[in-house]
């Protein structure tokens, strides 16, 4: 990643576990109040927004645009394990 040490590599991946923490404390009210097919729906869109400048990434890329990416695609996957076991 970027040509970094394993421990660069790791650091700059701690956004994404903060994005996916963020959602999933949020999650089960937001499938209570909104039904899991609103949040899934957004989740997808989100993630399918925020993968696009991947495509584009270079070594100056915002990591934090992990953080976002990771967020929405625990709001997608969250609400399809709740309704699986439900």
Known sequence: MRGATALTAGILLVPQGI???LSRTVAGSNIDKYGSRLIVLMGCV???ASTVP???AGPHTNSWLLALRS???SK???P???RRRA
Request: aromatic share 12%; proline share 0%.
């Open 19 to 21: 994005g996916t923490l």
């Open 76 to 78: 997608a996957s969250i």
């Open 71 to 73: 967020r929405s695609r």
């Open 80 to 82: 399809m394990a709740v």
């Open 54 to 56: 991947f495509a584009f």
């Open 46 to 48: 989100i993630v399918a």
